[in-house]
């Protein structure tokens, strides 16, 4: 009798893990997004339809009018922020947190950040230039990049998938993710797990280490996104 019963409740339990469990697999293998973690670092290659995404080729003009593609960011680890100039939200914040990632790893010759502005038009690489100035970008593999408006909207939106889209009622007319892509030094996009065992994808790159978390109750991401980036200076 007692068998009988420790089988029903083991059917019970397989059953429940069935219907709760099992369309999430299957949502996320339709989604195409599957991670595959490194041993030594911890952190998780992001992967579409069993293929590590990778930074796209890009091809386009850095503050000091110098041709720079994602080959110049080979053997080095990166960080990667769509942005303008004009920005009246969350740029500044964005990039006074890179700045203060830029000094933490100032020692690193194979450390960069890559920030390409949605509003090409303008940010000329003058206008650029004078912009890290203002924030005291000083790594030399810090290039403020511009060119075809085109080319920068299809790399955002579908090689990176960070969202940007010009939008004349928005604030400065354009909207735009204020989240930060982390790549390694081989070109492909990493991330840490959350506790679910979920990759974050993204770094939030609106809220500084100081102030913790903002208004809406978002933490901050500065703190493990610099952690995450020396695992990665680390690896071979």
Not at 22 to 41: A, H, L, N
Not at 120 to 139: M, Q, R, W
Not at 195 to 213: F, L
């Amino acid at each position: 009798m007692k068998n009988k019963y420790t089988y029903v409740w083991v059917s019970f339990v397989i059953l429940v893990f069935g219907i709760i469990f099992i369309p999430r697999i299957v949502d996320r293998v339709k989604s195409g997004t599957v991670v595959e973690r490194d041993r030594m670092s911890g952190l998780a290659f992001l992967e579409v339809n069993g293929e590590k995404r990778k930074v796209p080729d890009f091809s386009f003009f850095n503050q000091d009018s110098l041709l720079i593609t994602n080959n110049d960011y080979k053997g080095k680890v990166y960080v990667v922020e769509f942005f303008f100039t004009t920005c009246p939200t969350i740029c500044p914040l964005m990039n006074q947190n890179l700045v203060s990632i830029q000094n933490e790893f100032k020692e690193f010759e194979d450390f960069g950040v890559a920030s390409f502005t949605i509003n090409p038009e303008y940010d000329t690489p003058s206008v650029l230039k004078a912009y890290a100035e203002k924030y005291g970008i000083v790594n030399l593999d810090w290039h403020l990049l511009t060119g075809d408006m085109d080319a920068i909207y299809e790399l955002a939106n579908k090689g990176f998938y960070i969202y940007a889209k010009e939008q004349e009622d928005a604030p400065g007319g354009f909207e735009h993710s204020g989240m930060f892509a982390l790549v390694d030094k081989n070109g492909f996009l990493r991330s840490r797990l959350d506790a679910s065992n979920n990759p974050i994808i993204y770094y939030r790159g609106t809220v500084g280490e100081k102030e913790g978390q903002n208004e809406e109750g978002e933490k901050e991401q500065i703190s493990i996104l610099k952690e995450d980036i020396k695992k990665l200076l680390e690896e071979k």
